[in-house]
Each structure stands twice: as C-alpha cells, then as structure tokens.
C-alpha cells in the first residue's frame, strides 16, 4: 500500500499560482501511475493530470497549458504546478496511484487504489 500526503493548497487570485506536493511512502516500488484529481463543491470528482513512471502525461482539456504534473522519484514526490488560476479550478485537490499497467500506458481513474487526504485550493475573482 502507497500512503499519499497532499501539501501546498491555499486561497490565491484568479491569474496566480500555485505548486502542489505529494509525498509518497510505503509501497512505492509497484507504482506506475500518478495523478491529480480534483473535486468541487456539489460535483464528482475529476481528472486533472496523469503520469507514468516513464514520464508519459495526460492533462484535463480544462487545464493544457496551465497546470503541469512533473515528479522526483528520488524524493518520491509528484508535484502540480499550477498556473493562471480560474475560479473553476477551486476544489480539493487529491494525489493518488495506482500499479496497473494498462496498454498503451494509459492511466485508467479506476485502477487507482491509493488517495490523498486532499488539499484544498480556492481562487478568487
């Protein structure tokens, strides 16, 4: 089992910026997937970006160009780095993994086992 920890949420202005953190520990090694995903008030929660452990990634049309997912595998920590912030982008935020490996290299949301306690996120007008 992956344990996750979410960091670096916080209020900002719509036009800012943010950089999210997620540390990973324990069963880090069968990892080949990470990703972001986010959740608003009153809705599901969605997809935001996907990476494999071979660096390939996928973002929500919503966020290409603005947000990128990068990660230290020595420091086992993926990070998003958020920038020109909406006001649609405020949720919270969660970090999540998964070991399948899907054809392709695809990151399937259902395959993921391991969730973040989320951290929240709120831009502004």
């Known amino acids: 089992q992956v344990q996750l920890v979410e960091s670096g949420g916080g209020s900002v202005q719509a036009g800012g910026s943010l950089r999210l953190s997620c540390a990973a520990s324990?069963?880090?090694?069968?990892?080949?997937?990470m990703g972001w995903f986010r959740q608003a008030p009153g809705k599901a929660r969605e997809g935001v970006t996907t990476?494999?452990?071979?660096?390939?990634?996928n973002y929500a049309t919503s966020v290409k160009g603005r947000f990128t997912i990068s990660q230290d595998t020595l420091k086992k920590t993926l990070y998003l780095q958020m920038n020109s912030l909406k006001p649609e982008d405020t949720g919270v935020y969660y970090c999540?993994?998964?070991?399948?490996?899907?054809?392709?290299?695809?990151?399937?949301?259902?395959?993921?086992?391991?969730w973040g306690q989320g951290t929240q996120v709120t831009v502004s007008t």
């Open positions: 324990g069963d880090t090694a069968t990892t080949y997937c």
């Open positions: 999540a993994a998964s070991s399948t490996i899907s054809p392709g290299g695809v990151c399937y949301t259902s395959d993921f086992h391991s």
């Open positions: 990476v494999t452990i071979d660096g390939r990634t």
